[in-house]
């Protein structure tokens, strides 16, 4: 599994021959490291006078989105893998053979759900990146200022997440016939890809007038 490497061993299957792990993986290992960013400004702010002293209905909420973010982290942890795997089982379905009418449509169906599945991972890549950012744009004013840095750079993270997620949707849309949903996925991705631009930009613009 991708996700027991170390960080080294990571990189240099990344940086290989190999076609996979490829963007699909990275893509959703940024938006990982970017909610572990958002998360660990969390832990250093729940201990904070200033958050102690807060309404409890507003650290109440801020709770409540910190185990949002726990959530997509964890789901976001397996979609790693999940990239790969598809990637995988849909190189198996190209190798299939094609010689009888019977082996021609064994392959085209296998080809078919290989295909559905290697859209469906980024694609909840991209949802859950939309969800982060949100998460992160509420509790973004009651963190930590100290930290407010990381806060950023975990905002690019997944911005970089969701945008590459989007990308590998769109690829392999390509290899899809059903047209009313090749433009279901595409209408639901600019439009995520819209929202994340927004949220991308409200927690930059936050972040460095908090720099100033």
Not at 59 to 69: G, K, P, S, T, V
Not at 101 to 125: F, G, M, N, S
Request: hydrophobic share 45%; aromatic share 6%; with cysteine.
């Amino acid at each position: 599994m991708l996700v027991e490497l170390k960080v080294k061993e990571l990189i240099n299957e990344v940086d290989s021959p190999k076609p996979a792990p490829g963007g699909g993986s990275v893509a959703a290992l940024s938006s990982t490291l970017g909610i572990a960013l958002a998360k660990m400004v969390a832990h250093l702010t729940f201990n904070k006078k200033k958050f102690l002293e807060l309404d409890d209905i507003i650290r109440h909420d801020y709770l409540e989105n910190f185990a949002i973010l726990t959530n997509i982290k964890e789901e976001l942890v397996k979609l790693i893998d999940e990239d790969t795997a598809s990637f995988n089982e849909f190189m198996k379905a190209l190798e299939l053979p094609k010689n009888t009418e019977e082996e021609i449509q064994i392959r085209k169906e296998a080809l078919k759900q290989a295909t559905l599945k290697a859209i469906e991972v980024p694609y909840k890549v991209m949802l859950n990146t939309v969800k982060a950012l949100e998460a992160t744009v509420k509790m973004m004013p009651f963190g930590s200022k100290n930290a407010i840095s990381d806060i950023g750079v975990g905002a690019l993270l997944l911005y970089s997440g969701l945008e590459g997620a989007i990308l590998n949707v769109l690829i392999n849309l390509k290899g899809l016939d059903d047209e009313s949903l090749v433009e279901e996925y595409q209408k639901a991705c600019e439009t995520n890809l819209a929202k994340g631009k927004l949220l991308k930009h409200q927690i930059l613009d936050y972040v460095y007038e908090t720099l100033k």
